[in-house]
């Protein structure tokens, strides 16, 4: 029989482990520094339940529940658990409420399914203080993992929205105008949108979306394309929101995109990616959901980003950033049971301590290896006569 992993999963072995794990911890030590507070939701749902969360380019894997016969699915976002979460257990507690949480989420849009994530939510807080505060944090929180040189690319949800509003095209054309602009091709964009039926003044913005990228001067260069009052607007927040950020750290750190259709239909604000050199991605990614918590019966303001734990420990392994290590402690060996008696006494002082299980025990050079390769500083021999201790050199 193929002993075998399903597409998508993998294990990771300890020295992987480890470095996931630290950076997790890591990762968890700055975020509750900043005052917020640890959850945990569960891995699956009433499928349901998590689809009112989701948005409509997000894909959830089902299956039935054996004892119920009801359908569910396992998480491919956390962001929904958290909405659900506050609406209904924390429905009366004030905000702002900062909460952080850690965890898997399984995802079928792609080659990659199950994604190992740290991420917060900033719920009922006043604008525009929680953007800047969901972006620094995100950036704290990656300087903390030792990723220092970063890109900051920033969007707004509602100029793509105004854009795209009312074109007329029809469901072929309208996919393939929404390709056109992931793939950021002008002139596909403008071939299409030139069969809709709307304003040359539309057309032009619409046929603009490719290009409008670049330093924060873009912001000055869409206004003068945009033709409605909620897309000035969101200009006026992104370039309120570059000024802070550019107080905070390097501005050319900053860059915008006006032509990011994903997740457009999810946000509703802000939103924000992480990027630094080496890496297949985002290393962060988050904005402004609004709308979000108010689907679960709470309506109140939202932000916040999930940090992609995986693909830093990627980058930080590919810069050569080794993963952490346990060093120090004690190799016990010896009779069974006062070996197991002095491991537990070393164990209680803070002390990390291994027992060796071969009886008799092996010689002093033997188990002086043995040692160091778990990074063990001694070794400790116990028998009849008492504790005879050797030095790891």
């Known amino acids: 029989m193929t002993v075998r992993l399903p597409p998508g999963v993998r294990d990771y072995l ?60 396992l998480r491919p976002d956390l962001t929904p658990q958290v909405a659900r979460l506050v609406a209904t257990r924390m429905h009366d507690e004030p905000g702002p409420v900062r909460l952080y949480y850690q965890g898997s989420v399984v995802r079928l849009d792609g080659a990659r399914r199950e994604i190992f994530q740290i991420g917060v939510e900033l719920i009922d807080a006043p604008q525009p203080g929680s953007d800047l505060e969901v972006v620094a944090l995100a950036e704290a929180t990656l300087e903390a993992l030792g990723v220092g040189a970063r890109t900051v690319d920033l969007g707004h949800a509602a100029v793509v929205r105004g854009a795209l509003a009312g074109l007329g095209l029809d469901d072929d054309a309208a996919a393939a105008l929404h390709l056109g602009l992931q793939r950021k091709d002008g002139a596909a964009v403008a071939a299409l949108v030139a069969r809709a039926p709307v304003s040359d003044a539309r057309k032009k913005l619409v046929a603009a979306l490719p290009s409008l990228y670049g330093g924060p001067e873009v912001l000055d260069r869409a206004r003068g394309l945009v033709d409605d009052a909620a897309s000035r607007a969101a200009l006026d927040e992104l370039s309120g929101l570059c000024a802070r950020l550019a107080q905070l750290g390097p501005a050319a750190r900053l860059s915008v995109d006006l032509g990011e259709v994903r997740g457009f239909d999810y946000y509703t604000g802000t939103r924000f990616a992480i990027y630094a050199e080496g890496a297949g991605g985002a290393l962060a990614s988050g904005g402004r959901y609004d709308g979000l918590v108010a689907r679960y019966g709470r309506p109140a303001r939202a932000a916040g980003f999930a940090l992609d734990v995986d693909r830093v420990a990627e980058l930080l392994k590919l810069r050569g950033v080794p993963a952490p290590r346990l060093t120090g402690g004690v190799l016990v060996a010896g009779d069974p049971v006062a070996s197991a008696q002095l491991a537990a006494e070393l164990r209680k002082q803070g002390d990390r301590a291994v027992l060796d299980l071969d009886e008799p025990p092996a010689s002093d050079a033997d188990l002086a290896r043995r040692a160091a390769d778990r990074a063990l500083q001694r070794v400790a021999v116990v028998t009849a006569s008492g504790t005879r201790w050797v030095d790891v050199t």
């Open 14 to 73: 300890p020295v992987a482990a480890a470095r996931r794990r630290g950076l997790a911890s890591t990762a968890a030590a700055e975020i509750e520094r900043w005052g917020y507070r640890a959850i945990i939701t569960p891995l699956y749902e009433y499928a349901d339940v998590l689809a009112r969360g989701m948005g409509q380019t997000v894909q959830a894997m089902r299956f039935v529940e054996p004892a119920t016969g009801d359908v569910v699915a």
